[in-house]
């Protein structure tokens, strides 16, 4: 009996589904975007309330808490996202579950991309092979059991 030998996670740039050029441009795209964002979110600090991080990017204060009494879905995703690069991954789970999950799959993300790159590897392979419908359906019951965690546990 034979056992069948598992596919690599990803396959030479030759033998992805894309050109060489695509494959290497969107891991360029992806492995910029991961740095790039890691970057501003060190350069900024957690806030101490658990939102109001976007803040200090000079965006406005958020107006789901004034108008309706509640916070928004998104409520303390930057937060987690910046205690993540900052090394406080407990901390960023306490404070927004989806946030916290969203900066870690950027960042595996661009990980990711850079290594296909160093490595001459597809990056588009991956992604392709990705179950994106699932996934995408798995974030969004975590947002929707994140928006309801962090409405028990607002204080404003």
Do not use: N
């Not at 987690?80 to 946030?99: E, M, N, R, W």
């Not at 991309?113 to 996934?135: E, K």
Request: hydrophobic share 55%.
């Amino acid at each position: 009996m034979t056992l069948a030998r598992r596919a690599p996670w990803t396959v030479p740039i030759a033998a992805g589904p894309v050109s060489a050029f695509a494959d290497r441009l969107t891991a360029v795209i992806v492995g910029a975007l991961a740095v790039a964002l890691t970057a501003a979110l060190l350069s900024v600090s957690p806030d101490g309330r658990g939102h109001g991080t976007h803040e200090q990017f000079g965006m406005a204060r958020c107006g789901w808490p004034d108008t309706y009494g509640i916070p928004c879905p998104t409520c303390g995703c930057t937060t987690a996202a910046t205690k993540i690069v900052h090394g406080d991954v407990l901390g960023a789970f306490i404070t927004q579950p989806f946030g916290a999950v969203i900066a870690l799959l950027g960042m595996l993300a661009g990980l990711h991309a850079w290594v296909c790159l160093l490595r001459g590897r597809s990056f588009v392979d991956m992604l392709l092979r990705i179950p994106f419908w699932r996934i995408l359906m798995g974030l969004l019951v975590l947002l929707l059991a994140a928006w309801g965690y962090k409405y028990l546990v607002w204080e404003g």
